[in-house]
């Protein structure tokens, strides 16, 4: 598992979006860091494989807890992935009013290419009330691609 940053100045269109692009490989059925004081960031988790359901559970409370407030799937079994980010929230709030700033987006992205859920994030992943300037790539795999999926974003971003 690694997590380091880099600085992404310029998003699509030249609009600045990400300031802070991160990776985060989990192993399915791993542990899950410690949770630390994030600043709100969207998460696009790439799923390579099926994990189980309380495992999916796990990561999805860590995600909210952690201050993900927007989450977009992508990859196997991803509309599981949006339903147990949903049912995270409303957990958190006894299924109850969500305050705005807390409102957690999700989005499942079956038929799309990773490059467009990545160029997705960049052009249209604005949580309504908080800006966003951070993005973690939770790449649920048994081997890590740090690079091979930093170096994507960047390219996917870059192309028009």
């Not at 495992?55 to 807890?65: E, G, I, N, P, T």
């Not at 299924?95 to 994030?121: C, K, N, S």
């Not at 795999?141 to 028009?160: F, G, H, K, M, V």
């Amino acid at each position: 598992m690694s997590s380091p940053t880099s600085s992404l100045d310029q998003g699509a269109g030249g609009v600045a979006h990400t300031k802070r692009l991160a990776y985060l490989h989990l192993a399915p059925g791993s542990a899950l860091p410690p949770m630390s004081a994030r600043r709100p960031f969207r998460a696009i988790v790439i799923a390579e494989q099926m994990v189980s359901p309380v495992w999916q559970s796990s990561v999805s409370d860590w995600l909210v807890h952690s201050g993900c407030l927007y989450m977009m799937a992508w990859g196997a079994d991803c509309s599981a992935w949006d339903d147990a980010v949903d049912w995270a929230i409303l957990q958190v709030f006894d299924y109850g009013d969500i305050p705005d700033d807390q409102f957690v987006m999700t989005t499942w992205h079956t038929d799309e290419t990773l490059d467009e859920v990545f160029r997705f994030a960049e052009s249209s992943s604005a949580h309504p009330t908080i800006e966003l300037d951070e993005t973690l790539l939770v790449h649920i795999a048994n081997e890590a691609s740090e690079q091979t999926l930093l170096a994507a974003y960047r390219e996917a971003i870059a192309s028009p």
